[in-house]
C-alpha cells in the first residue's frame, strides 16, 4: 500500500504563494494518478487538483484554476502542488491522495490512500 505525509502549510498573507510537498512511500508510486483535495473549516472536503502518473495531464477545480499548479517528481516519490495568488477562501487543510489507476478525476472515490492534511491559513 502506499503511504502518503503532506508538508509545507502555514500562514501566508492574501496574494502570497506557498508550495506543498506530499511525498509517498511504496513500491507502485510512480504508476499512480495523484491528487489533491482540502476541507475548510465546517465544510465537506473538495477537489484541488490531479496529475496522471507521469504528469502529462493534470485538471484542476475551477476556483484554483490559474493559481495553482500540480506537479510530480517521480524520482523522488514526491506530489508538489504550487500556490500563487493566494486568497482568504483557500484557507483549509490539504490533502494529499493516490488514485489506484494512472489517471484519475475530481471524484473522491477515484482514490484510495489519503494523507494525513497540512494546514494552510491565508490572511486578508
Request: hydrophobic share 35%.
Amino acid at each position: 500500500q502506499v503511504q502518503l505525509v503532506e508538508s509545507g502549510g502555514r500562514l501566508v498573507q492574501a496574494g502570497g504563494s506557498l508550495r506543498l510537498s506530499c511525498a509517498a512511500s511504496g513500491r507502485t508510486f510512480s504508476r499512480n494518478a495523484m491528487g489533491w483535495f482540502r476541507q475548510a473549516p465546517g465544510k465537506e472536503r473538495e477537489f484541488v487538483a490531479t496529475i496522471s502518473w507521469d504528469g502529462s495531464t493534470n485538471a484542476y477545480a475551477d476556483s484554483v484554476k490559474g493559481r495553482f499548479t500540480i506537479s510530480r517528481d517521480n524520482a523522488k516519490n514526491t506530489v508538489y502542488l504550487q500556490m500563487n495568488s493566494l486568497k482568504p477562501e483557500d484557507t483549509a487543510v490539504y490533502y494529499c491522495a493516490a488514485a489506484p489507476g494512472r489517471f484519475a478525476l475530481s471524484r473522491q472515490n477515484d482514490y484510495n490512500y489519503w494523507g494525513q492534511g497540512t494546514q494552510v491559513t491565508v490572511s486578508s
